[in-house]
């Protein structure tokens, strides 16, 4: 069974550039889940997507996109990039309470 | 406003010993809770769960109680091993709710031989 999987491992970006960031689920999950960690804190919410609908977001302006895709892969899109972007993102995927993280993708914004 | 708050930065602990990790939270409306573990250039990664109707499940050396009246939650590990050592997370939600998982600034457990 293959776990959580996202590319690329790092980025780096300048400020008002967009980016993209990419998911795939763990085999059987239909629900995936997008944080920001930035250092020296917990991951934040960003939104959530169920079978291909948005189902959740957290508070983050709407610069910050998704899709997902029929086989629950997904994306995490973000415009007009600022230096406070800069963070770990994490993708979580679920099929019931548990989710499970892949190894994030590092952006850095200079 | 934090709503899950992991007060202790920082723990060391000998191997062998418990480890006892706080988490406290201010929304009542929070009914799920986990505990993920995350070491360095990897994702968190789940560890253990409880619903808001048990105050106590465990799973091997890992045990995690609630408190529901004073919205307190702990993870204790024994014994503490070396491969313990990493940061620990407490993240909570609330189903219906329309919110995911809110996770709080972790802990850093540092488990000495």
């Known amino acids: 069974e293959t776990g959580v999987t996202q590319s690329p491992t790092h980025l780096i970006k300048t400020r008002g550039q967009q980016v993209t960031l990419r998911c795939s689920s763990q085999?059987?999950?239909?629900?995936v889940s997008w944080y920001q960690q930035a250092l020296g804190q917990g991951p934040q919410f960003i939104f959530q997507y169920y079978r291909e609908e948005e189902n959740g977001r957290g508070n983050f302006p709407p610069r910050f996109s998704g899709l997902q895709f029929p086989n629950y892969s997904s994306e995490l899109n973000v415009n007009a990039l600022e230096l406070d972007d800069s963070a770990l993102y994490l993708c979580?995927?679920?099929?019931?309470?548990?989710?499970?993280f892949g190894p994030g993708t590092r952006l850095t914004v200079l | 406003d934090q709503q899950v708050k992991q007060n202790s930065p920082s723990l060391s602990v000998q191997e062998g010993r418990i480890s006892i990790l706080n988490c406290d939270y201010t929304n009542s409306m929070f009914d799920y809770f986990l505990w993920y573990k995350k070491y360095p250039a990897e994702g968190p990664t789940f560890l253990i769960s409880i619903s808001s109707i048990k105050d106590k499940n465990e799973d091997g050396r890992f045990t995690v109680f609630l408190n529901k009246s004073a919205k307190h939650l702990s993870l204790h590990i024994v014994p503490s091993q070396p491969g313990d050592s990493a940061v620990y997370f407490c993240?909570?939600?609330?189903w219906g709710y329309g919110q995911n998982f809110v996770f709080g600034p972790g802990t850093r457990l540092s488990v000495l031989p």
């Open positions: 993240a909570a939600s609330a």
């Open positions: 979580a995927s679920s099929l019931s309470d548990t989710q499970y």
């Open positions: 085999s059987g999950h239909n629900t």
